[in-house]
T-cell receptor, first 113, second 108 residues
Framework: DTEVTQTPKHLVMGMTNKKSLKCEQHMGHRAMYWYKQKAKKPPELMFVYSYEKLSINESVPSRFSPECPNSSLLNLHLHALQPEDSALYLC????????????FGSGTRLTVV | GQSLEQPSEVTAVEGAIVQINCTYQTSGFYGLSWYQQHDGGAPTFLSYNALDGLEETGRFSSFLSRSDSYGYLLLQELQMKDSASYFCAVKEEDKIIFGKGTRLHILP
């Protein structure tokens, strides 16, 4: 298995909702990442998990809450989002945080209404 | 902080060669990667340079000059399927930071 799987592929949520994005990999990778990508913009790093511990938070608002239940799973919990948070949320993984080649999932297209 | 500069768009003809340049400024540099992203798709890793010089992978080559803080991606024998966005990305200690991306248009 050489894939990163993200669910759901599309999500529409209201500003008062709570939802979660899920990411899974079975490549034995020990580093996992959340990126946010707006249309025609580059992916922007949000969080880095290294060996299941949060190692980098790029000053992301607290309405985004990451969780790494085990080495294969990464969640992003969403609460009280704003319309400007609408974007493609990409999960990626790598063998370890020093690795330079990331494997990305296809993303969750999030729309906040 | 970091900054990466690359052209926003490049146009080339099918079968030709195209070079996408990238200059960078960063506080901690481990190497330069290149990723391809088709519309609606996920970024896909293409190549990585940690040391000066040219790395070749099939039709794609990547070059790095650490002293000039400069690199490029060279695509040969262009095919229509190469129409995509190409991002240079700086590897820092535990993360990768992406440039703004270059949209490659290929004409038949």
């Amino acid at each position: 298995d050489t894939e990163v799987t993200q669910t759901p592929k599309h999500l529409v949520m209201g500003m008062t909702n709570k939802k979660s994005l899920k990411c899974e990999q079975h490549m034995g990778h020990r580093a996992m990442y959340w990126y946010k990508q707006k249309a025609k913009k580059p992916p922007e790093l949000m969080f880095v998990y290294s060996y299941e511990k949060l190692s980098i938070n790029e000053s992301v608002p607290s309405r985004f809450s990451p969780e790494c239940p085990n080495s294969s799973l990464l969640n992003l919990h969403l609460h009280a989002l704003q319309p400007e948070d609408s974007a493609l949320y990409l999960c990626a993984s790598s063998q370890d945080p020093r690795e330079y080649g990331y494997t990305f999932g296809s993303g969750t297209r999030l729309t906040v209404v | 902080g970091q900054s990466l500069e690359q052209p926003s768009e490049v146009t080339a003809v099918e079968g030709a060669i195209v070079q996408i340049n990238c200059t960078y400024q960063t506080s901690g540099f481990y190497g330069l990667s290149w990723y391809q992203q088709h519309d609606g798709g996920a970024p896909t890793f293409l190549s990585y340079n940690a040391l000066d010089g040219l790395e070749e992978t099939g039709r794609f080559s990547s070059f790095l000059s650490r002293s000039d803080s400069y690199g490029y991606l060279l695509l040969q024998e262009l095919q229509m399927k190469d129409s995509a966005s190409y991002f240079c990305a700086v590897k820092e200690e535990d993360k990768i930071i992406f440039g703004k991306g270059t949209r490659l248009h290929i004409l038949p």
